[in-house]
């Protein structure tokens, strides 16, 4: 357990009574990724000099969507940092599926290979679903295999997807208690809002899963204590729908035309109005890559027979 300053445990009546706050206290993933990314560095020495080798993820990129490549030389780039051993495999776009496959065969038998990414989304001729399956699911550092996905619904989490893992960090960092609070999730897709879902039930939330057919999402949103925004539509969500003292975590990641990053959420509003709120950029961004760091870890772990040592940070 992550425990830090700020780390009082906030009760649901706490929540609702923060009326009088003016601004809402910022869950900041840029300074939790820092801190949980020193500590691993660490271990990532004292794992090489135990075993004499250093974790090691293999990332699969195939075609050359640019958002896709920015994504993939940023996840490089954090496991350098840390001492995570990288294997870039950077495909063309007519790359066949068999191809892949194969690939995923080979560094799924491959022992310096502890976990293995397939940028998403891939060509159109290719199955995403077909190719998440193929890779073994003690290396499936996403999060997104069946398995991995199946073992979270019935509570003994392995590999857990990384976006949902961060957010639940980032609440756990700042002491939120959620049993029994109302979490309304905006999004609803394998990477993103399902997945988010099962997290918070697990922490006993009372969960509602929004999705494009949902009718009246403002009056879902004007009753949560926790909002998880992840539909990918740039300020979806009105500051003026937040529950006072509410939580508010935003996934969306949107490039304005001056080069700006914001989210689902129109952050300024709303942050008169919630109680903790994540900043876009500098949330759940840099806890995404982070918890896939802590996922080869966690993978290197099991593959030398260790049981994971302790939580970052
Ligand atoms: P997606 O397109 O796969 O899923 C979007 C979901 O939102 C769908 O379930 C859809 O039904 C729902 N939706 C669409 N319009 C809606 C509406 N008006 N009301 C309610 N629900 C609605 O997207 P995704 O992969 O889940 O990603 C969502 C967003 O999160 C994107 O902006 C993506 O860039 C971002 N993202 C950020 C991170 C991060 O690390 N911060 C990680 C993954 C995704």
New binding site residues.
């Given amino acids: 357990m992550i425990r830090t300053a700020f780390t009082q445990p906030i009760n649901p009546v706490t929540i609702r009574t923060l009326m009088s706050s003016e601004t809402a206290k910022i869950l900041d993933g840029k300074a939790l990724s820092d801190r949980m990314r020193q500590y691993m560095q660490k271990e990532i020495e004292a794992m090489h000099s135990r075993h004499g080798r250093a974790p090691g993820l293999a990332v699969i990129l195939v075609g050359d969507d640019p958002a896709s490549r920015v994504y993939v030389k940023n996840k490089k780039l954090a496991c350098e940092k840390v001492g995570i051993i990288s294997f870039s495999h950077e495909l063309p776009a007519d790359t066949t599926q068999q191809h892949i496959l194969g690939l995923i065969g080979e560094l799924n038998r491959d022992p310096r290979v502890d976990g293995i990414l397939v940028q998403l989304p891939v060509p159109d001729h290719i199955d995403s679903e077909t190719i998440i399956i193929a890779i073994d699911p003690g290396k499936d550092v996403d999060g997104f295999h069946p398995y991995n996905i199946g073992s979270l619904t019935v509570r003994i989490p392995a590999l857990r997807p990384?976006?949902p893992f961060?957010c639940m960090k980032l609440l756990e960092e700042a002491g939120i208690d959620l049993h029994g609070q109302e979490a309304v999730i905006?999004?609803?897709?394998?990477?993103?809002?399902r997945p988010m879902a099962l997290e918070l039930l697990l922490a006993g939330a009372t969960v509602t899963v929004?999705?494009?057919?949902?009718r009246d999402?403002k009056s879902h949103i004007e009753r949560a204590d926790i909002v998880v925004a992840?539909?990918?539509?740039q300020g979806?969500i009105q500051g003026e729908w937040i529950r006072k003292g509410a939580i508010v975590i935003d996934?969306?990641?949107?490039r304005l035309e001056n080069g700006k990053l914001t989210?689902?959420v129109d952050f300024r509003a709303a942050s008169k109005r919630a109680s903790w709120i994540t900043p876009?950029p500098g949330?759940?961004?840099p806890?995404?890559?982070t918890m896939l760091l802590h996922n080869t870890i966690a993978a290197f772990h099991s593959h030398v027979g260790e049981q994971t040592v302790g939580d970052e940070g």
């Fill in positions: 990384c976006t961060g905006v999004g609803a897709s394998n990477m993103v809002g929004t999705h494009r057919f949902t999402l992840a539909a990918g539509k979806l996934v969306g990641i949107h989210g689902d876009v949330g759940v961004g806890m995404t890559i």
